[in-house]
Structures are given as C-alpha cells and as structure tokens.
C-alpha cells in the first residue's frame, strides 16, 4: 500500500483512473466473496452504501489516491467529463450499480433466505431488467443540455418519491423525457 505522503489529493481523476475504477469496482462486487461481505454488512445493520463506499475507498487506496479525494471527484465527473459522451455512459453504469447494491442488498439478503431459487431468480431477472432500462434512461438522457438533465433527474426523484421510491418508479420513458424538456423550453412553462 502506498504511504499517505504519496496518495494523489489534488486535482482531478484522469479519465484512465477513473475507468480503471470503473472496472475494478464491477470486477470485485461481482465475487461472491464481496457479495458476502456487503450482505453480511447490511446483517450487521450497516448501511449498505457504507460498505460500497468502503469498497471505492480501498480500491483509491489501490490506485495511490487518497480515498476521501477520489470519493470527492466522482461528485465532479458530470461537470469536467461532460462532453465525453463514453467516459459519462460508463460513469452512469457504474453509479447505476452502486446503487443497486446499496439499495437492493437488504432486500436480497433476506429474499435469498425467504424465497425459493426459482421465485428468487426471478426477481433477480427483473430487477436485472429494471438496471437495463436506468442505464437505457441515463444514455437518452445524455442527449439534452445539463440544464435539461438537471430538470430531469429532478422529475425523476419526485416520481420516486411520490412512489415511495419502488423500482419500476426510477425509470422514466423517452416520451416522458421529451415531455419535460418540451414543457420547460415552452414559453407558456413558467416555473414558480
């Protein structure tokens, strides 16, 4: 491990960091070792964002980056890294499945207990299916100016939370898209 004097904490991560970030983090969380681990984490009662968070943060210790620096530049890659348009895809997916692993990791602990194999790998398609059309939703949404995607995302999160944030409500259409978009470049759309 590198000493804390030669942890990189300046700047910004370089696309090649942050894909090799990328990378590792789906290769570790896809073992079912680290698996173990965050559904033993979310046993625990921990929050199981806390053990994703963990995960990134020793994976920045890997790469030479001070972890609290590197948890910092994810907060920036939308605006230093907008215009590249893969470099931004990639990060989508991998926010996408952070967050499938925090929030589905609970459930899936006790599902997997509950449920017999067949209704348990069912549930694991659908939610698989749900995970295709977030990123399909996330690389549309790419097409819109950074104004637009804000709008949008902030639609989205009403729509999750007037439905008490169910998966099927995380995703919205590319009609509902447009639809946004239109009202708020419409002149008659005067936001209060």
């Not at 173990?36 to 968070?53: F, L, Y």
């Not at 499938?100 to 194999?117: F, H, K, N, Q, T």
């Not at 698989?128 to 950074?146: D, I």
């Amino acid at each position: 491990m590198a000493h804390s004097l030669e942890l990189q904490s300046t700047g910004m991560l370089s696309k090649e960091q942050l894909l090799l970030l990328f990378d590792r983090f789906s290769q570790l969380t896809s073992q079912p070792d680290v698996k173990k681990r965050i559904k033993d984490g979310v046993n625990d009662k921990q929050e199981a964002v806390a053990v994703t968070t963990a995960i990134q943060e020793a994976i920045f210790l890997e790469m030479g980056i001070d972890p609290s620096f590197g948890i910092s530049c994810l907060g920036k890659v939308n605006m230093v890294y907008e215009n590249d348009q893969d470099l931004m895809i990639r990060f989508y997916k991998f926010v996408a499945s952070v967050d499938v692993l925090s929030i589905d990791s609970e459930e899936m602990a006790c599902d997997e207990a509950e449920l017999g194999p067949k209704v348990f790998t069912e549930k694991m398609q659908s939610q698989q299916k749900l995970h295709e059309q977030q990123l399909e939703m996330l690389k549309y949404m790419r097409k819109f100016h950074l104004d637009d995607q804000s709008v949008i995302l902030g639609k989205l999160h009403q729509q999750m939370q007037n439905a008490d944030f169910i998966g099927e409500a995380s995703v919205l259409s590319s009609e509902q898209i447009q639809d946004i978009v239109q009202r708020r470049a419409s002149p008659l759309f005067m936001p209060m």
